[in-house]
């Protein structure tokens, strides 16, 4: 592989956006491209460096990655190009197949505050492979040593960016929080998140009915933010916020594992077989298929 592609893949990751490769891994019959032929689409659809083959066998491909990057799964795309009506519309005597893999940009957590919970928020953040950006006046390098930015002179939040992998966590607190939720409903972010009591959101959100916010709208903000882990430590509420961006990037139910899986009983259970002793009862007989299990 030319070093042109390995420098373009390095200035797009450089860049943090997103972008797919589409490489050739089969081919049968005549075809233009040979296996391992590879391209890079980016966002906009548009090829930026290589070639998978021409013509209709192209858009083909174009329109798997833009779907991959929507939905940031890879996918096989079977090409038949020797039939012109079923096919990908150009008879070349051959069929091919074209991996399609999507590079997502890092998702971007952004913090609005200052105080333990959102600096434990950076420290779990960073762990899962969030960016970091914090914007609050109070915000200091020693408190945010993770932090890829600091906003600390932004009173009227117009540096604070939401874009598309942008998730926000509001932990300010105090009478600001309106504003900075208003403009993060301006972005398109997957994930608001809004700390506060109960009493505090409620005048948030009633100022932002009163300003002409949607209902709908508002329910995009998760107020109280994060998932039902009974936590009252700044720690324990820090988690459950991470916990629940995560469940929203990777499409996760947040219900228990045990729950979802029904795992138990492993074995199945045959209680005509149970012989009780003295002491208890043969273990062998009430589980017949331990063995097997354990090899499993």
């Known amino acids: ?13 450089a860049a943090e956006v997103p972008f797919a490769v589409a490489t050739v891994i089969k081919i049968t019959g005549s075809v233009s491209a040979k296996t391992g032929a590879k391209s890079i689409i980016d966002g906009n659809g548009e090829t930026l460096f290589g070639w998978v083959g021409g013509g209709c066998a192209e858009e083909a491909v174009r329109e798997a990655a833009l779907e991959s990057l929507r939905d940031g799964q890879t996918r096989i795309v079977p090409l038949d190009l020797d039939d012109e009506i079923l096919g990908v519309g150009m008879p070349c005597g051959g069929t091919m197949e074209v991996y399609v893999e999507p590079y997502m940009p890092r998702p971007e957590l952004m913090i609005v505050g ?10 779990l953040a960073h762990t899962v492979h969030f960016s970091i950006t914090v914007n609050d006046s109070g915000a200091t390098r020693e408190a945010f040593p993770l932090a890829e930015r600091l906003i600390t002179s932004d009173l009227d939040f117009s540096q604070m960016q939401v874009g598309p992998f942008t998730y926000v966590v509001v932990v300010t607190q105090h009478k600001g929080d309106q504003h900075s939720i208003k403009k993060a409903l301006e972005g398109q972010g997957p994930y608001i998140g809004l700390v506060a009591s109960t009493k505090r959101a409620k005048l948030v959100f009633e100022y932002l009915l009163d300003e002409g916010v949607a209902p709908e709208e508002l329910k995009r903000v998760h107020s109280p933010a994060g998932l039902d882990f009974s936590g009252t430590t700044p720690e324990e509420i820090a988690l459950s916020i991470i916990g629940e961006m995560v469940s929203i990037r990777r499409g ?11 795992v138990f009983p492993v074995w199945n259970f045959d209680q005509r077989r149970l012989k009780i002793k003295k002491c208890g009862f043969v273990f062998g007989s009430l589980f017949p298929e331990r063995k097997k299990f354990y090899k499993d």
């Open 1 to 13: 592989m030319s070093n042109e592609y390995f420098e373009k893949l390095a200035e797009l990751n």
């Open 114 to 123: 200052h105080g333990r919970i959102a600096e434990v928020l950076a420290q």
């Open 252 to 262: 996760g139910s947040g219900k228990s594992m045990m729950e979802l899986r029904q």
